[in-house]
């Protein structure tokens, strides 16, 4: 079973920050976090991950909240080309999907 | 261009006849693993692989076979396909570093149907 919980869908207007939060609260102490989104059926992709500090990179912010029980990934000016599927996935080698959050950017 | 190569994208094949989906990445990754997904269970793994002549079971083996002979290549076969292994695949591949910090690149994807 996966360790995370999403909501299963958001809405985000274009040029604004979408917020996609997580929940891992089973996390342990050495454990990632990562996100992963796909795009219709493609290949997920992979966008951030971190341990315990917060992670910048030329996609997205990922916010680490200080006990590790909940995550949020920041894309800061979302476009339409966002729109996908956003996993959080809590572990190592073995990527353990759930269903993500389906995020729709709108115009 | 790092990248994680499957073959074919698209395959229509009858119940019992064996088929192979290849799998190559030039990445020198040491772990490789494949997935199916299918609508409203998401991505499962189904075999993985830690280096050359190590493999073992994921989540959902039943009915499939994987090889890792050469640390770039690693197919999935199914002996005997069924309609029930109708679904999309992904290969992924990654470093097997110690610290649990490594990103995964999947495949394009192989959409397969079984009549």
């Known amino acids: 079973d996966a360790k995370t919980t999403q909501p299963p869908s958001m809405d985000c207007a274009e040029g604004r920050a979408a917020n996609l939060p997580c929940n891992h609260s089973?996390?342990?102490?050495?454990?990632?976090v990562y996100w992963y989104r796909q795009i219709h059926s493609q290949g997920p992709q992979y966008i951030i991950h971190?341990?315990?500090n917060n992670e910048t990179n030329e996609m997205a912010s990922l916010i680490i909240t200080e006990d590790r029980k909940s995550s949020t990934l920041i894309l800061p000016h979302a476009t339409l080309r966002d729109t996908a599927v956003y996993y959080c996935i809590v572990g190592f080698q073995k990527l353990v999907f759930g269903t993500g959050t389906r995020l729709l950017v709108s115009p | 261009e790092a990248q994680v190569t499957q073959n074919p994208r698209y395959l229509i094949t009858v119940t019992g006849k064996k088929l192979t989906v290849t799998c190559s990445q030039n990445?020198?990754?040491?772990?490789m693993s494949w997935y199916r997904q299918d609508p409203g269970l998401g991505l499962r793994q189904i075999y993985y692989?830690?280096?050359?002549?190590?493999?073992d079971k994921g989540d959902v083996p039943e009915g499939y076979k994987v090889s890792r002979k050469e640390k770039r290549n690693f197919p999935l076969i199914l002996e005997s396909p069924s309609p029930n292994q109708t679904s999309l695949y992904f290969c992924a591949s990654s470093l097997l570093g110690r610290s649990m910090n490594t990103e995964a690149f999947f495949g394009q994807g192989t959409r397969l149907t079984v009549v």
């Open positions: 089973t996390i342990s102490g050495n454990e990632y």
């Open positions: 692989s830690m280096n050359v002549e190590v493999t």
């Open positions: 990445m020198n990754h040491e772990y």
């Open positions: 971190g341990l315990k």
